[in-house]
């Protein structure tokens, strides 16, 4: 069964940090590439970052060197690790696989987690 289930969201000043996790289930996990995807407000689904089961990362523009995405395969999660947000960051953040072009696999999608950078 295809589950995620984000959470680390929450209220962000500009210029700080936070940390989303997502635990999917362990077939998926396994066997696919992951991606954080995030919705703002009015505004298509988009990718924000992904990762291989090779380690290999891509990060969408408005992001690059300030996200991290990482993964603990033993516990079946994918991390993102935001630094410096901006209020542009604001949205509700989900995850899935991803394939290599960095869509996403399921048509399912978890409940998201918000994040809202606003002093």
């Known amino acids: 069964q295809v589950q995620f289930v984000e959470s680390g969201g929450g209220l962000v000043q500009p210029g700080g940090s936070l940390r989303l996790s997502c635990a999917a289930s362990?077939?998926?996990?396994?066997?696919?590439?992951m991606g954080w995807y995030r919705q703002a407000p009015g505004k298509q689904r988009e990718l924000v970052a992904m990762?291989?089961?090779?380690?290999?990362?891509h990060y969408a523009d408005s992001v690059e060197g300030r996200f991290t995405i990482s993964e603990d395969n033993a516990k079946n999660t994918v991390y993102l690790h935001m630094n410096i947000v901006k209020p542009g960051d604001t949205a509700v953040y989900y995850c899935?696989?991803?394939?290599?072009?960095?869509?996403?696999?399921?048509?399912?999608w978890g409940q998201g987690t918000q994040v809202t950078v606003s002093s």
């Open positions: 990762i291989t089961g090779g380690g290999s990362t």
């Open positions: 899935n696989a991803a394939n290599g072009l960095g869509y996403p696999m399921y048509d399912y």
């Open positions: 362990g077939r998926i996990f396994s066997n696919y590439a």
